[in-house]
């Protein structure tokens, strides 16, 4: 815990300034099952929330439909997110304008459709990204499966990357999670070898402390944390 500063331990891995000026104000209003909300670049585009953020959101549901949309005032980006779950069957299509692709320096459009399958303890998924990359036509296709065992879940991810020359299991992730009362704790691990292990423990009272360690592969831009969160 460091004055004006929090680590995103559970998400990117990185200490984020956290500092706003008077004119960051965030405004969120909830009325008849729909939330709208508005923050200078402060709303997570539904594509990739890494995105440059946009300015204004709206979401709701209509029995078993989701939806939600957000824009950029100044830049025009939009994206756009529809959801729909028939029994154990859940789809997802997700879209935006502006994928903030800075490797070719081009904001394509790009989009991804999900579905998963509930059977019991055992979970199936499928999904297919076209991420808009102008140097490649290929979209990312992922087909996974969790089972949840009791206070364990074993997960499995093969994934058919984008990249010339690579098919369907030449990446993957491996995750093994725990949780029982308080203590929540897992370890997923890829193909590179890159490792990641977070432990969190709920202390009451809106305090939580957490240990995280993010072991990347090929870099030392490694990550060690500890410390406390707290709810008001």
């Known amino acids: 815990m460091g004055s004006g500063m929090m680590v995103d331990y559970d998400d990117d891995d990185r200490v984020e300034g956290q500092g706003e000026t008077i004119g960051g104000a965030e405004l969120t209003i909830g009325y008849a099952g729909y939330t709208f909300s508005a923050e200078q670049n402060g709303v997570d585009n539904l594509y990739d929330g890494d995105f440059d953020g946009d300015d204004l959101g709206i979401s709701g549901a209509m029995g078993g439909i989701t939806f939600a949309a957000t824009t950029d005032m100044e830049t025009d980006a939009s ?88 098919g369907m299991g030449d990446e993957w992730d491996a995750s093994i999670s725990y949780s029982a009362g308080g203590l929540s704790a897992s370890y997923a691990v890829d193909e590179a070898d890159a490792t990641t292990m977070i432990a969190t423990y709920d202390l009451g009272g809106g305090a939580k402390v957490f240990v995280a360690s993010h072991d990347k592969a090929n870099t030392a831009d490694d990550m060690n944390t500890i410390g406390v969160n707290f709810s008001f």
């Not at 989009?111 to 019991?120: D, E, N, T």
């Open 79 to 166: 994206s756009a997110k529809l959801g729909y779950t028939m029994g154990d069957v859940t789809m997802t299509y997700t879209q935006t304008n502006k994928n903030g692709n800075t490797a070719t320096n081009a904001d394509d459009d790009a989009s991804k459709f999900a579905i998963s399958y509930v059977m019991g303890d055992l979970t199936l998924t499928a999904s297919t990204d076209d991420k808009g990359i102008s140097t490649t036509n290929d979209s990312e296709n992922k087909v996974g499966l969790s089972y949840k065992m009791d206070a364990i879940t074993v997960a499995y991810t093969s994934i058919d990357p984008e990249e010339t020359g690579k």
